[in-house]
């Protein structure tokens, strides 16, 4: 069994399908069921240990993402993590420019071997060239405007070199671009005419060709074209070293369609084949496993099911393959392309197969909480979300002041079933003495990442108190979510997270999430489960702002904030104390609410509501969590 997740730069995606390779056979490729949709968490079941390679057809825009030569391991347990190939997304935290200006432009660090699209605000009559190194570098590539579908020779890049993005109106006329502060880009700043903004950065998101794969085509412009009786097929010229992933997309019917059956054949439609024949709309392939010579000429072929069940696929008039033609039944038809997804591998460039460690967030160190008790010590920390996380290992060193200390020992080994917080109580201590913890993750080929570690030391019975992470939104954020809270949307559409501050700085202060103009309802919740003591009573307080740029009464919008004694994750729990809730609009309000923890864990509710209310923003600030006195 494979658990898997994907995201963008520090963060989860959701909705999105994920398939995953047959493995050493070439086959079908498996459809994964999602476990959390809106965690972007799945799970698939594989026949055999080995390596898996796998992919998403469509990323909210961003085109295919593929997650090659991934290991399964035998025995334990295996996750797969596929990153979105993008970088700096900033559309959601700008705002204009001071003033107007001729030119615009923003130094970065490539991560890949070719820019695929480039989005920002107010794109029109603007257009983009790249250069190397910095405003006076030569140009590369083509000029081109905001897109998000560039071939792959278009903006040709090289992974860790450094490259400027330069923005001028065609008509010569200054105007305005979004920007953002705090120094997103750690790599480069943003330039507007000609003067260096060393605070700011354009607020940009850039996608990228990965090392070692190149993105032939995509879908763009289809329309179904007509039935096939035999077949339908597609000539391309390679320019990689293996064949990588390839989709064709299949008319709707009444009847849910069958499957065709695809081939790869050398030079044309009377060609040699070169690998079997796959009965599946997709092939999902390993590097190496089906060999191609650049330069030469390939054809894919996607045959009908039988002769009583036509062929109709969608097909592109854009004229893709400007070194191909498509056909039908065997006849080419001129100006015209097979709408297909075609990935190439460049296998010098793919790493080897792996189980990618990434390593903690930047700045979560501090957040490796430990919490001396009687005679125990609790762990506290999260996983990020991203990397093959399979495992975490634990370890504990007796320290001995002033003495030799020995080798630190294994305490324990948890599996990682997804990103998120987690906790640990090592039992049986010697109050007094300092410990120091180690924390590291393990991935499916054995890596170990860096660790989390701290000092800690076992403390007489004294009463506990709540330990609430991050109740300031001062640490870390993960695709704008707080470190060490976790959301859900109950109804309606899911927001956009953010901190942000009174002035509109970001990482100051408050959180919160907006709903869009299209989106017009939702029910959200920020929340965190917090080790306590049973029987205590706790209060949860947190100050609130709502609003929207509409007076009108009848579009509702409140907030409000719960716990749940029983430290369940189901916020419509009948267990839930609410606080009443607060429909004061555009001035902070302080909620609390009490309960009597009923087990060693209660769950803290931060929520807001909108319905019919286009634009509506929702923000806490100052969350705390008190014990209450008793006989109060």
């Not at 090659?68 to 596929?82: L, Y």
């Not at 948890?414 to 003495?433: E, H, I, M, T």
């Not at 870390?476 to 927001?495: E, F, I, N, Q, R």
Request: charged share 20%; glycine share 10%.
């Amino acid at each position: 069994m494979v658990h898997g997740s994907t995201g963008g730069p520090g963060g989860t995606a959701a909705n999105l399908t994920t398939y995953l390779s047959s493995g050493p056979n070439v086959g079908p490729p498996v459809r994964c069921e999602a476990t959390d949709t809106h965690a972007g968490q799945w799970i698939a079941r594989v026949p055999a240990p080995g390596v898996y390679t796998a992919a998403i057809e469509e990323a909210h825009g961003f085109g295919p993402a593929l997650r090659p030569a991934a290991i399964v391991s035998e025995a334990g347990f295996n996750r797969i993590h596929i990153e979105l190939p993008f970088q700096y997304d900033l559309l959601q935290d700008s705002k204009p420019a001071d003033a107007e200006h001729t030119e615009y432009g923003q130094v970065f660090v490539a991560a890949g071997t070719a820019i695929t699209g480039i989005a920002f605000q107010d794109t029109e009559h603007v257009t983009i060239t790249l250069h190397e190194n910095d405003a006076a570098g030569k140009q590369i590539g083509q000029t081109v405007r905001a897109g998000s579908n560039y071939p792959c020779d278009t903006l040709p890049t090289k992974p860790g070199e450094k490259y400027y993005l330069r923005f001028r109106r065609a008509d010569g006329a200054p105007f305005r671009m979004h920007v953002v502060a705090d120094n997103r880009y750690p790599d480069g700043s943003a330039y507007m005419d000609g003067r260096s903004q060393s605070s700011l950065d354009l607020a940009l998101r850039i996608q990228y060709n990965p090392a070692g794969q190149i993105i032939r085509c995509r879908p763009r412009f289809t329309e179904v074209y007509k039935p096939a009786n035999k077949s339908y097929g597609q000539t391309f010229v390679a320019r990689g070293t293996s064949l990588a992933m390839l989709s064709v997309f299949l008319a709707a019917g009444d009847k849910p369609p069958i499957m065709p059956t695809i081939r790869i054949l050398k030079s044309g439609p009377v060609g040699k084949p070169i690998g079997p024949a796959v009965q599946s709309r997709m092939l999902l392939l390993n590097p190496g496993q089906l060999s191609l010579t650049p330069g030469e000429e390939y054809y894919v072929e996607i045959t009908a099911p039988g002769p009583d069940a036509p062929l109709r696929l969608w097909t592109s008039r854009t004229d893709d393959f400007k070194d191909g033609e498509l056909f039908v039944d065997g006849k080419a038809v001129p100006d015209r392309d097979l709408a297909m997804i075609l990935i190439e591998y460049e296998l010098d460039k793919v790493p080897p197969p792996s189980a990618t460690t990434v390593n903690w967030r930047r700045g979560a160190a501090p957040y490796a909480q430990r919490y001396p008790a009687d005679g125990r010590v609790r762990l506290v920390w999260d996983v990020p979300a991203s990397g093959d996380i399979t495992k975490m290992i634990i370890r504990r060193l007796r320290v001995t002041p002033g003495g030799p200390n020995a080798e630190p020992e294994v305490i324990a080994e948890l599996p990682a079933s997804a990103p998120g917080r987690y906790q640990y109580v090592d039992s049986g201590l010697d109050n007094g003495q300092p410990y120091r913890y180690i924390i590291r993750t393990v991935d499916a080929a054995g890596n170990e990442s860096e660790p989390l570690e701290g000092p800690a030391m076992p403390r007489p019975v004294m009463p506990m108190a709540a330990e609430l992470l991050n109740g300031d939104f001062g640490g870390p954020s993960d695709s704008g979510l707080p470190y060490g809270w976790m959301t859900g949307t109950l109804a309606g559409a899911v927001p956009s997270f953010r901190l942000d501050g009174p002035d509109g700085n970001r990482n100051t202060g408050s959180a919160g999430w907006e709903v869009s103009e299209e989106a017009r309802s939702s029910d959200t919740v920020l929340y965190q489960r917090v080790p306590c003591e049973k029987g205590r009573r706790y209060q949860l307080a947190a100050e609130t702002r709502v609003w929207n740029p509409w007076s009108n009464q009848q579009m509702v919008i409140c907030a409000s904030v719960g716990i749940d004694p029983e430290g369940g994750n189901d916020p419509l729990a009948r267990s839930v104390v609410w606080s009443s809730p607060t429909y004061q609009r555009e001035k902070w309000t302080t909620l609390a609410t009490e309960a009597v923890a009923e087990a060693d864990h209660i769950t803290v509710y931060l929520r807001g509501y909108s319905q019919y209310a286009r634009l509506m923003n929702t923000r806490f600030r100052n969350v705390t969590l008190t014990d209450v006195v008793q006989g109060r």
